[in-house]
């Protein structure tokens, strides 16, 4: 599913805790590369014990049409079925688990700012707290 960078996430944004999408790329869609930063994979590896929103099924990457495995620690994560939130004060960047993929694999290169919240919370060790959806709200 491709959504543009730092489009906001509208089922959970809110006014005082903003929301975005990061990573959700697609083959046919265009996106910035680079090496990946030293540290970043182990980040985000970090990350893993803490996604949320969690799919019934696993999603293969659309650009290798490969399924991802990590082998942490003495167990094998699988990735394509969940998203990883870094939080940063008001704002949220909301990606896929397979980010790790595409950074490492495909050298996608995500905005300065999801590089800056991933420090901190690498840093504080923070985990996602996940609002209820906006039309939760409403009802």
């Given at each position: 599913m491709y959504v543009p960078d730092l489009?906001?996430?509208a089922e959970y944004d809110r006014p005082n805790h903003r929301i975005f999408h990061v990573g959700?790329?697609?083959k046919n869609?265009?996106?910035e590369t680079e090496e990946p930063p030293e540290g970043v994979i182990e980040m985000l590896k970090r990350q893993l014990p803490f996604?949320?929103?969690r799919?019934?099924?696993?999603?293969?990457?659309r650009m290798c049409r490969r399924g991802e495995y990590l082998q942490l620690d003495e167990y094998k994560q699988t990735l394509g079925g969940a998203e990883i939130w870094i939080e940063n004060g008001q704002v949220?960047?909301?990606?896929?688990?397979?980010?790790i993929h595409y950074i490492e694999d495909h050298h996608y290169k995500p905005p300065a700012a999801f590089y800056t919240a991933l420090k901190i919370v690498d840093r504080k060790g923070r985990r996602p707290k996940v609002p209820k959806k906006n039309s939760d709200l409403t009802s």
């Open positions: 489009t906001p996430y959700w790329i697609e869609e265009p996106f996604r949320v929103l799919t019934r099924g696993w999603f293969k990457c949220t960047y909301a990606c896929p688990d397979m980010i």
